[in-house]
Nanobody
Framework: VQLQASGGGLVQTGGSLRLSCAAS????????MGWYRQAPGKQRELVAGITSDGTTNYAESVRGRFTISRDNIQNTVYLQMNSLKPEDIAVYFC???????????????WGQGTLVTVSS
């Protein structure tokens, strides 16, 4: 199973970016999906998560600005980021809990990370 993230880049304060993360490989089912971020010198933190039935949760710092969504046919998770601030600067990682075969437990897989930079 591979997760390929894309969509990071440089944007001005107040701007928007949309991250995408597509899962491929041997996939029977994907349960929870999410986005995490790691800023320089800080620990990785959860930004937003979404269950297989579409229930979402957000870090307080991004609530109302970021929106997570997923396409269960394409095995893809998105993160729409609006009103970006310099404090959003980080490497963003996608995560998916994947079941590769019926009867097995899910296992967490990670994307390679995509850098988001916000200029002030």
């Amino acid at each position: 199973v591979q997760l390929q993230a894309s969509g990071g880049g440089l944007v001005q304060t107040g701007g928007s970016l949309r991250l995408s993360c597509a899962a491929s490989g041997r996939i029977f089912r994907i349960d929870n999906m999410g986005w995490y971020r790691q800023a320089p010198g800080k620990q990785r933190e959860l930004v937003a998560g979404i269950t297989s039935d579409g229930t979402t949760n957000y870090a307080e710092s991004v609530r109302g600005r970021f929106t997570i969504s997923r396409d269960n046919i394409q095995n893809t998770v998105y993160l729409q980021m609006n009103s970006l601030k310099p404090e959003d600067i980080a490497v963003y990682f996608c995560n998916a809990d994947v079941v590769i075969r019926v009867g097995l437990m899910s296992r967490a897989y990670w994307g390679q990370g995509t850098l988001v930079t916000v200029s002030s």
